[in-house]
């Protein structure tokens, strides 16, 4: 069975950094494409980041230059590096993978994993 | 980068109806176009995706169609599980950018 695990979530204050983890069974992070979503309380669904199997990355507007997404291919993991924390970067993150080249949607989802900025 | 625009935000229906969700992308996708599934406190689960093609395991009550920039999501005979919030995401180009979600309610 394909599984994405999630962690690394917590309370920071503005300005921190923290970095997320997503742990990968059944499937192969390598060569996937993979992003982050995140969630914002009471929110729609926000799109991230993604990184492509050969490691092409994008990134939203809104977190560009702030948020790094990466991979270990030994740990079979997923990460997502986030600088400069803001208020507005609290949100459930969630991580998934992207079938068809990042063009047919996703359809793995992690269970997500709860950021909360706040001083 | 292209904005997606679900309508309505919100709908109220009752167990059997038929219900259409629209969104419209600020350029054309092609038909790049997937829609999503949430219900509170989970994870979204991919219904469609391509606009029109079914993920394994979704009731044929789903369907999706559409190309360009106007696509509908429809669902026929509602279940109870059905009432959830539902959203479009685009993934013709980076950002893959989604709509903002229409939440589905009981009547």
């Known amino acids: 069975e394909e599984q994405l695990v999630e962690s690394g979530g917590g309370l920071i204050q503005p300005g921190g950094s923290l970095r997320l983890s997503c742990a990968a069974s059944g499937l192969t992070v390598s060569r996937n494409y993979m992003s982050w979503v995140r969630q914002a309380p009471g929110k729609g669904l926000e799109w991230v980041s993604i990184i492509y199997s050969g490691l092409d990355t994008y990134y939203a507007d809104s977190v560009k230059g702030r948020f790094i997404i990466s991979r270990d291919n030994s740990k079979n993991t997923l990460y997502l590096q986030m600088n400069s924390l803001r208020d507005e970067d609290t949100a459930v993150y969630y991580c998934?993978?992207?079938?068809?080249?990042?063009?047919?949607?996703?359809?793995?989802w992690g269970q997500g994993t709860t950021v909360t900025v706040s001083s | 980068d292209i904005q997606m625009t679900q309508s309505p935000s919100s709908l109220s229906a009752s167990v059997g109806d038929r219900v259409t969700i629209t969104c419209r992308a600020s350029?054309?996708?092609?038909?790049?176009l997937n829609w999503y599934q949430q219900r509170p406190g989970k994870a979204p689960k991919l219904l469609i995706y391509a606009a029109s093609t079914f993920q394994s395991g979704v009731p044929s009550r789903f369907s999706g169609s559409g190309s360009g920039t106007d696509f509908t999501l429809t669902i026929s005979n509602l279940q109870p599980e059905d009432f959830a919030t539902y959203y479009c995401q685009q993934s013709f180009s980076a950002p893959y950018t989604f709509g903002q979600g229409t939440k589905l309610q009981i009547k």
């Open positions: 998934g993978r992207d079938q068809g080249h990042g063009h047919l949607g996703m359809d793995v």
């Open positions: 350029q054309s996708i092609s038909g790049y």
